[in-house]
């Protein structure tokens, strides 16, 4: 076999490799993605605002107890809130002061 086939027999192999690699991880990198069902990032920090009032500090999508929730941070009046919001239903579950 001369030497260009055995190269690109290797580059191909390598690659087949790489592609199976990246395929068997893709599913990770979406596991922190927000939750399928329920409601957007966007809808919990409205519902946060609207019930709250302030400034939002920060927002992202978690766990608690292994339910997925919305956790949302407002400051308000020099204080900051932290109210987690079930990404199913949309309900408030607490606003903790800090």
């Known amino acids: 076999m001369n030497r260009l086939k055995?190269?690109?027999?290797?580059?191909?192999?390598?690659?087949?490799?790489?592609?199976?690699?990246?395929?068997t991880l893709a599913p990770l990198q979406w596991s922190h993605a927000e939750p399928k069902a329920g409601i957007s990032l966007q809808e919990a920090t409205d519902t946060a605002l609207k019930q709250f009032g302030g400034e939002v500090i920060k927002s992202e999508s978690?766990?608690?107890?292994?339910?997925?929730?919305?956790?949302?941070?407002?400051?308000?009046?020099?204080?900051?809130?932290?109210?987690?919001?079930d990404s199913q239903s949309g309900k408030v579950i607490a606003p903790n002061k800090e």
């Open 6 to 23: 055995k190269h690109s027999i290797h580059y191909l192999q390598v690659g087949l490799l790489l592609l199976s690699l990246c395929l």
């Open 62 to 85: 978690n766990k608690q107890n292994g339910t997925p929730v919305y956790v949302i941070r407002l400051l308000s009046n020099g204080r900051v809130k932290e109210v987690h919001i």
